[in-house]
């Protein structure tokens, strides 16, 4: 790559979508602290609804899931039932030695654990061990008609709320779900009845089955309903039926190639991610680059982030973004919605295809799709004939060197014949959770494992292509592409530097080549990095 063109590309990539402002996020993060030490403040007073108003509040400025999660664990209660639950295995202790005489009344006191259930999904194995047998305990009050406090309640619902969003990934064994299935048939009986209905019975069934499957379940929303509940009916009833509905609205930009159609199908029956907080980075706005219009592609879209990310740090910018999936597509539109964004056009498309389409782009997003396509190659260089003279790409690539506990997964899962099914992926999770020695370990240690979606994406996906960075190095070369360097965390960073501490070697593949054999976890995630075509 000629110097020029390398500069064109470095001054043209500070501009992309994935430069953030960091003075607004800092700010941002600042301000979520500020909320998270005042619901600490309400919560140590008793003061239950501010408390929770305030920790909510905190997540949606940007208190991150780990965060949330630690201060979740680092709570007495929380704590003293996980150390019960751990003094007991391989026992299950009964829930009167979980949670004590009161049943989970100490836990609902706890005002961060619902704000952190319905705003994320839970990622920690202990903690949803413990959520699984919170989750029987209300399927029990259920079936026995208990009356239960406001704060059990919006505690139990948040439960069903964080069920609904990992799409059912808790185990369950065929007693409970025989008990559950008896109280779905118990709900859709009364509604047809037009019977009062139970604000318990009506959480209980959502902790196992999603509301919108439940026979006559629309005639819930005819109903007034606590806050709780109706925030429950919202995520489960209303939101799903407007997905629905928008389907067939969602043009077609491309035709689907057949060798697509086995990832299509995985992607409509588990659209990937299923996620709930819109990231707060609009702030980023401010900075006046982002008022440069520009068209930026964003290519494997999935339930929406990544387009929303960016229409958010560029407001004027023209933003396509293209999926397999129209469950995912429906998804991402209604966030999109959500989030107030009006600059992301969202079209059903085939990037095999993409080459007929008569647009160009400054910018193009392709991070975690390529290597699901029949030829990861062959998209690649279609996305690329997309860009214009010195336009950028930021790509996502599996590592085949990171991915060695997942390609031991997918071995466990042939050798064992584990369907892609909600029910073959739970049996799968908890073999995995059991194993104490092995590679496979690994697995419970990756946020995709606790969603059916996710974990199906992880280990279950119809079709994965691994990359070295070699392998990409010639692929650069070969399309004549300056290499603008990797996203990683500041750990690695420095670690990198401290062994090549020439500032060119951040950009030299080699090296990281050596130092990834060294260091396998380097790139766990994906290889991110971002390029640059010639001016």
């Not at 969603?451 to 392998?471: K, M, N, V």
Request: charged fraction near 20%.
């Amino acid at each position: 790559m000629k110097r020029k063109a390398r500069r064109a590309a470095l001054r043209l990539s500070s501009k992309m979508p994935d430069a953030r402002n960091a003075s607004a996020r800092t700010q941002s993060i600042a301000n979520a602290a500020h909320y998270f030490h005042l619901a600490r403040v309400q919560q140590a007073a008793g003061r239950w609804d501010k408390a929770r108003a305030h920790f909510t509040q905190a997540i949606t400025l940007g208190l991150g899931a780990s965060s949330t999660v630690k201060a979740v664990l680092e709570t007495p209660v929380i704590a003293g039932c996980l150390h019960r639950l751990a003094a007991a295995w391989p026992r299950s202790p009964t829930a009167t030695e979980l949670f004590g005489v009161k049943g989970a009344s100490a836990v609902a006191t706890q005002a961060l654990l619902p704000c952190m259930l319905k705003s994320f999904w839970v990622c920690q194995p202990a903690l949803e061990h413990l959520l699984t047998r919170l989750r029987t305990l209300m399927l029990d009050c259920a079936c026995g008609d208990a009356s239960v406090t406001k704060k059990e309640l919006a505690l139990y619902s948040a439960l069903a709320q964080q069920c609904f969003i990992n799409e059912y990934v808790f185990s369950i064994d065929g007693d409970e779900l025989q008990k559950a299935i008896g109280l779905r048939e118990k709900l859709s009986d009364q509604l047809t009845k037009d019977k009062e209905t139970s604000p318990l019975l009506v959480a209980a069934v959502a902790a196992y089955f999603p509301l919108h499957g439940v026979a006559n379940s629309e005639l819930l929303l005819k109903r007034k309903w606590s806050v709780e509940i109706d925030d429950l009916i919202r995520q489960q009833i209303r939101e799903p039926i407007e997905e629905l509905r928008d389907r067939s609205t969602i043009p077609a930009l491309t035709t689907i190639e057949s060798s697509s159609l086995p990832v299509r199908q995985q992607y409509e029956e588990n659209p990937y991610p299923r996620w709930i907080v819109i990231p707060p980075i609009s702030a980023a706005a401010a900075n006046s680059d982002t008022h440069r219009k520009s068209d930026i592609l964003i290519a494997g879209c999935g339930t929406g982030q990544q387009s929303i990310d960016a229409a958010m740090l560029f407001p004027g910018a023209r933003i396509l973004a293209v999926d397999i999936s129209l469950t995912s597509l429906a998804y991402a539109r209604r966030k999109t919605r959500e989030a107030g964004l009006n600059n992301i056009e969202y079209v059903q498309a085939d990037i095999l295809k993409l080459g007929t389409v008569d647009r160009t782009f400054d910018y193009t997003e392709a991070v975690g799709v390529l290597h699901h396509l029949a030829d990861p190659a062959a998209g690649w260089r279609i996305l690329l004939s997309l860009l214009r003279p010195g336009g950028t790409m930021r790509v996502g690539l599996y590592s085949e060197i990171a991915r060695g506990a997942i390609v031991a997964g997918r071995a466990l899962i042939a050798q064992r014949g584990y369907p892609p099914t909600a029910e073959g992926i739970r049996a799968c999770r908890q073999e995995i959770f059991r194993i104490r020695d092995g590679i496979e370990r690994d697995l419970i240690t990756l946020r995709d494992f606790y969603s059916i979606s996710g974990c199906r994406d992880l280990l279950f996906h119809a079709r994965e292509h691994r990359y070295t960075l070699p392998r990409i190095k010639t692929f650069l070369a070969e399309q004549q592409l300056a290499f603008l360097g990797f996203e990683l965390p500041p750990q690695i960073l420095e670690a990198f530097q401290q062994r090549y501490p020439e500032p060119a070697a951040l950009l030299d593949l080699d090296r990281w080549h050596e130092f990834e054999t060294v260091n396998p976890n380097t790139f766990l995630g994906m290889y991110i990095f971002k390029v640059a075509t010639s001016v």
